[in-house]
């Protein structure tokens, strides 16, 4: 299995194009939140709130656990760093369901196909294919490469 490191070289090679970059911190961090908001809407057998960890247990978190164990193989470090923005995606798609009753399924969906729509507009500007067309797991990597450059600024080795 290639290293967080090979992984991200990876992603980079598509990612070079400034507005193509500028897209994705835009994206990215909106098509993350969007699809655990999304995923948070599907009703389960439990996790009804009544314990207090009702409006953060939903298929979304168990996607958010699906990814760190991909990211707990690559990085102790980046599974720390996904782990925090994790809980903050979780808090938001909490907000937006609590403050949008009925209509945050059309927030999360209007907010995913937008920035769908923009990285692809990124990658019709950079003239290269998304990774993920490549392997699924490049989805897994995008969030995680632009912790990469927030871990860099603050000296911190992944």
């Not at 070079?16 to 969007?34: E, R």
């Not at 990597?141 to 450059?149: E, V």
Request: glycine residues 8%; positive net charge; contains cysteine.
């Amino acid at each position: 299995m290639p290293t967080m490191k090979q992984w991200l070289d990876a992603y980079g090679k598509s990612h070079q194009n400034p507005t193509n970059k500028a897209f994705h911190w835009i994206c990215v961090p909106v098509i993350f939140v969007s699809l655990i908001g999304l995923l948070s809407l599907v009703p389960l057998p439990f996790g009804n709130g009544e314990d207090g960890f009702g409006p953060y247990i939903h298929l979304g978190t168990f996607l958010i656990l699906f990814g760190l164990l991909f990211y707990v193989r690559l990085s102790a470090i980046m599974t720390i760093g996904m782990t925090v923005i994790s809980a903050i995606s979780l808090y938001l798609v909490k907000w937006v369901n609590l403050h949008f009753w009925d209509a945050a399924w059309m927030v999360f969906l209007a907010a995913f196909v937008l920035a769908w729509i923009g990285q692809f507009i990124g990658h019709k500007i950079e003239g290269e294919k998304p990774s993920f067309f490549d392997d699924l797991k490049f989805l897994l990597i995008g969030p995680a490469w632009l912790l990469s450059f927030i871990l860099a600024k603050m000296g911190i080795k992944y």
